[in-house]
């Protein structure tokens, strides 16, 4: 194929493969996020995507062969990754390990003369991840690793939404969802015992924080690419999102909403 054919053929299937993310995530879809998925893929964890993932592999393979340029942000954001996944310990099993293996000898050829030095995980980095909910890991790890600040605090109060969705049935956004999922009269979802004083204040100060948050902290960041972001400051709002997220999936359903 020649170089534009294969550009228009990988341009149809990132295009299937962003529509089936975005079905299940509503976080921003791009090469970071291509990058993390298809080191998931490669190293046994993560199959969901599989067949789009593997034939958007083989067709950049094809158009770095036939132009003789290499993908270099594509790689760069890979060898993030897998080294991530083997620090962590995520990577089980002889096959998953041979490939995974192989798929470092792979990236290493690939960027054999960039200049880009590896960013490496540090004991800071460790530590945070550790501090992390799942839904926060999933969203925002990747762009908060590969240094996409904005998009790492954007995606993570977006999980916040699509976690209130997943745990209620509603798809309502923003305020509305909030204060329909934890309203005292009828939540759908109970932080604390509302029978009482006390927990009828988390009920209710947990639904403005969460309000709040979508107010000051993820419609702001889909409304501009300007930032004062630092990794620390972004750190400190993934904590807070995880926090969030925690409360929310260690809550009690109380009803299911109506039809």
């Not at 534009?4 to 976080?27: F, P, S």
């Not at 970071?32 to 080191?39: D, G, R, T």
Request: glycine share 6%.
């Amino acid at each position: 194929m020649t170089p534009q054919e294969l550009r228009i053929r990988i341009g149809a299937v990132r295009a299937d493969l962003k529509a089936a993310y975005q079905a299940n995530h509503r976080t921003t879809f791009d090469v970071i996020v291509e990058a993390h998925l298809h080191c998931r893929k490669v190293a046994g964890i993560d199959s969901q995507y599989g067949e789009l993932i593997d034939t958007l592999a083989e067709l950049e393979l094809q158009l770095e062969s036939v132009t003789a340029r290499i993908l270099l942000p594509y790689w760069r954001a890979r060898r993030i990754f897998v080294a991530d996944l083997i620090e962590s310990g995520a990577v089980r099993g002889e096959e998953n390990i041979e490939r995974t293996a192989t798929f470092m000898r792979l990236i290493d050829e690939k960027l054999a003369g960039d200049a880009t030095p590896a960013a490496e995980s540090s004991g800071e980095d460790d530590y945070l991840l550790g501090l992390l909910h799942p839904a926060i890991i999933d969203s925002s790890w990747p762009q908060y690793r590969t240094g996409h600040l904005r998009d790492a605090v954007f995606n993570a109060f977006v999980a916040i939404g699509d976690l209130l969705r997943t745990l209620t049935g509603l798809t309502l956004d923003g305020k509305p969802l909030v204060e329909q999922a934890l309203s005292l009269q009828s939540p759908l979802l109970v932080l604390s015992a509302i029978d009482t004083e006390s927990g009828r204040n988390d009920q209710v100060g947990f639904m403005q924080i969460i309000s709040g948050a979508f107010t000051g902290i993820r419609n702001p960041k889909a409304h501009s690419l300007q930032h004062d972001l630092t990794p620390q400051k972004v750190a400190q709002y993934l904590v807070f999102a995880s926090l969030l997220a925690r409360r929310l999936t260690e809550a009690s359903n109380a009803q299911s909403p109506e039809a």
